[in-house]
């Protein structure tokens, strides 16, 4: 079994030749000004032009009006859309159906509780399991946090998700095997400051998520 890996925050063309050159499947770009990974709409685009063909395009963005999101759909083309603020069910539904593109929902998680809510975006093709964030946060995702993997017991094989949330190379096999998550997405995990992409700990944490079942 191979595990899907989605390296996010990209904001180089140095950090996304990492990512392509270590065999990232998912590259994610960040358009939300108040994270230190945040790009322009022309930096996404010309990054996203560095992927294409090589990697699943995906652009996160946070409680966006449709103005931002035909912008990004039209200039950047991503290959899917990553919703990671308060969208409601019926938002999904609607931007998938309005842009025609696969959507993946952000649910943010500390308990069984939180990860149930995920089951009520049916819309979205793919969830997010993130850590919920610190209180007085101004960003929904990106800290570094790590939650309670059992907290999907009652979710896991009841819907498509990739896990995300304090993920590191160090701790990426531990939890792939916790969870059975066939796909896992990082960010701060591989970098050696905010925003700044650590190429070394991006190859070992897409060789560590590969021989997670191996081990």
Known sequence: MSTRVKICGIGT????????????????????????????????????????GRARIVVLTVDADDALLTRIVDLVKPDLLQLHGNETPERVAEIRQRYALPVMKAVKVATSDDAAEALA?????????????????????????????????????????????GLTPENVGEAIRATGA????????VEHGPGAKDPARIRAFIAAARAAWAA
């Open 13 to 52: 063309a140095e950090a996304m030749a990492a990512a392509l050159d270590a065999g990232a499947d998912d590259v994610g770009l960040v358009l939300f000004p108040p994270s230190p990974r945040n790009v322009s709409l022309d930096q996404a685009r010309t990054l996203a032009d560095q992927a294409r």
């Open 121 to 165: 975006f049916s819309a979205a093709d793919l969830v997010l399991f993130d850590a919920r964030p610190p209180k007085g946060a101004d960003r929904p995702g990106g800290h570094g946090a790590v939650f309670d993997w059992h907290a999907l017991d009652d979710v896991k094989g009841r819907l498509d998700y990739m896990l995300s949330g």
């Open 182 to 189: 066939d796909a896992v997405d990082v960010s701060s995990g």
